[in-house]
């Protein structure tokens, strides 16, 4: 890939003062040829000129002389759970715990403070009977060209169901940060009215969570899936 430079429009924030991860993740990764490994190294700032260079094989994304993500090619094995049906998806999202307390409520993917045409408003809730949190994502026509679902998008919704997933699973007291995502979009994604995301935990280890994602079609067609690992804040209001 050749360098080139990128900026984040500030209605794509994720942590406050910072770009969403799933969606950052999603911008590299349209630099990327088969499924794609974004590793965020710093909070990407938004609205700020950042540096696109090839990096090791894959690309890095610069703030001045900071590295703040870097990406490469890698294969994804598919070995998502059976998704919900619609309607179990639709009745997670009442039980959504952020709806009770958030600690970025002007997140892109999943903030209870935005109405905005841009926010996803996915609000992940867990499923009765399954350790998974599922949520239905309603697409705006920002998140859609042509009459597909733009890759960065798909990214940023297969993002906070796996963060929710690893702070309700991983029973962790503390907001959580991206700090790695992998994703595979198997083709083009039709959008449809309505879309079923969900979210899990694989595993603990210390601060570190791991957790998976996936994307369904309202009919439970899979659609993209990612592997995440978390990272809890040692002290509220920080990033490691």
């Not at 190294?41 to 900071?66: C, I, S």
């Not at 890698?74 to 998502?80: A, G, K, N, S």
């Not at 679902?149 to 007291?173: K, N, S, T, Y």
Request: proline letters at 10%; glycine letters at 12%.
């Amino acid at each position: 890939m050749s360098n080139g430079e990128i900026v984040i429009d500030p209605a794509f924030e994720g942590p406050a003062g910072s770009a969403h991860g799933g969606y950052t993740c999603g911008m590299l990764a349209s630099h990327l040829p088969a499924d794609a490994e974004i590793t965020l190294r710093a909070p990407v700032p938004l609205g700020t000129p950042l540096k696109l260079a090839p990096y090791h094989g894959g690309l890095a994304l610069h703030d001045g002389p900071t590295l703040v993500a870097e990406g490469a090619s890698t294969r994804l094995v598919d070995d998502v759970p059976e998704p919900p049906v619609f309607a179990e998806a639709l009745a997670a999202t009442a039980s959504f715990a952020g709806l009770r307390s958030h600690p970025y409520p002007r997140c892109l993917g999943c903030g209870t403070g935005r109405t905005d045409a841009v926010a996803l408003r996915i609000f992940p809730g867990p499923l009765v009977g399954r350790d998974l949190v599922a949520a239905v994502w309603y697409p705006s026509r920002d998140a859609t060209d042509g009459g597909l679902i733009r890759p960065e998008f798909a990214w940023a919704a297969l993002d906070c169901p796996g963060g929710w997933a690893a702070v309700r699973f991983g029973r962790v007291d503390r907001p959580v940060v991206l700090g790695r995502m992998t994703a595979r979009l198997p083709g083009p994604i039709a959008a449809q009215s309505a879309h079923i995301v969900i979210g899990w935990l694989a595993g603990v280890s210390g601060r570190k969570l791991a957790a998976g994602s996936a994307l369904y079609s309202r009919d439970g067609a899979l659609q993209g899936f990612s592997r995440q690992t978390w990272i809890t804040v040692a002290d509220p209001g920080t990033r490691p």
